[in-house]
C-alpha cells in the first residue's frame, strides 16, 4: 500500500476501506508517514468529507493509536460527558455530584486545554489543596466508594489525535465535521465509558455556529458512538450568549456550589439537568427523561447533590471549608463595574467577546505554559432578556490589573441593548439519539 494512492483516492471523492485508514494511522503515528502526505490526505477529508464507515474506521484505529482505560473494576453502568466547549460551561462540575448523587459511577479524566477560562482540573483547582493526582487505585477506589472522582489524564490516550491535531492546526483543516467527530469519539472512548452523553454548543460563543452545522457534527458522533458499541446521545444547547452568570475559575466554582445548592441561574441550572436526565436514563437508573428531570430536581432540592460535592471534594484532599464558604475561594484585588449606556432590554451578549475578555484577565491560557489566575473573572448580571436602566451595572470584572481597560472595552461592545423587549433564547435545541 502506498499513502499516495490513498489521498489520490480521497482526492477524487472515492471512500477509503478500513486498511487504508489503518496504514495512514499507523504510519503516521509511527513516523513512516510524512506531515506533508497527511496534510494533503487532511485536506482531500476536509473538502470530500466521509462517509459513515470512514469515519467510524478512523476513530476506531485513532483509539488504538494509545492506551484504552479499563474501568471494569468499577462496580455499574459507566456515563461520561463531553462538551464541544461554550463560555462559562461549567456543567461538568455540577453534572458529575448530581449525577453520583442519582447513584451513576462518575469516573472522569479531564483537561486543562486551552481556553477562555480554564478547563475543569484548573477550575478545580481553585478550591485549596484539591488534589487532581491519584493513582489508579486511588481513582478506582474512590469511585466504587463515592460514586465519583474526577482526574488530569495520565495515560497516554489517543496519540494519533495529538499529532493530527496539532497538524489541522497549521493547515486550515480544524473546521471539518469527520475529523473533530472522530477527534472528540476517539478521546471519549479510550476513556473507558459504556456510554457518553454529548452536549453540542451551538452559537456564537461556540464552535458550531449555526444548529445545521451542529446537527451534523452530533449525528456523526451518535453514529460513531453506535458503531463501537457506545449508547451515546447528543443534546444541542445553546451558546449565543455565556452559560450562567460567572466566567473564571473560582467564580465558575461558587455558581456550580450555588446550583448544587438549588439556587443557581435558570440557563444554567436546566442544561445541567437535562444533560444529567440522559446520563441517568442512559444507566438505567431512570425509566423516562421527564421523570428523571423530576428526581434530579429533588437531589437539587433536598441537599442530596450538595452533600456529594463536598464527599467528592474531601475525597480528593480539598478544603472543603470552602464549599460550605465560597467567600474563601481566591479573590481579585480589584472589581470594577461596568454600566449600562441607555435604556432598554439586554438583546445580545456576545459570548465570544466576553471569553476573550475572560482570557485577558488571566482565567484562561493561549499556550499551554501560561499560568492560568483563578481568582480573576467576570460576573454578568444582567442576561439576553433583562431589562436595564442607564447607569446601572450590567457586569463586574474582577481582576488583578491585567488588561482591564481592554477587557472593559470588550464587554460593552458585547452587550446589545434595545429598545424592545426581547424573548430568552431556547436553552435546548434538540436532541439526538
Ligand atoms: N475538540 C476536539 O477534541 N477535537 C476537535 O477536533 C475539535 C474540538
Redesign the pocket.
Known sequence: MRMVDIIAKKRNGNTLNEEEIKYFINGYVDGSIPDYQVSALLMSIFYNGMNNSEVSNLTKFMVESGDVINLDQIKGFKVDKHS??GVGDKTSLIIGPLVAAAGVPIAKMSGRGLGHTGGTLDKLESIKNFKIELTSEQFINNVNKHKIAIIGQTANLVPA?KKL?SL?DVTAT?DSIP??A???MS?KIASGADAIVLDVKVGSGA?MKTIDEARKLAETMVQIGKSLNRKTVAILTNMDEPLGKEIGNANEIHEVIQVLKNNGPHDLTEISITIAAQMTVLANVYDDIEIAKIELRKLLSNGKAFEKLVEFVMAQGGDTSVIHDPNLLPKAKVHSDIKADQDGFVSKIDALSIGISAMLLGAGRKTKDEVIDHSVGITLHKKVGDKVNQGEVIATIHCNNSNIDESTDLIHKAYLISNEAIKSSKLIYDVIQ
Open positions: 464541544t466547549g489525535d491535531y489541522r480544524v475529523l473533530i472522530s477527534s472528540i478521546k464552535f
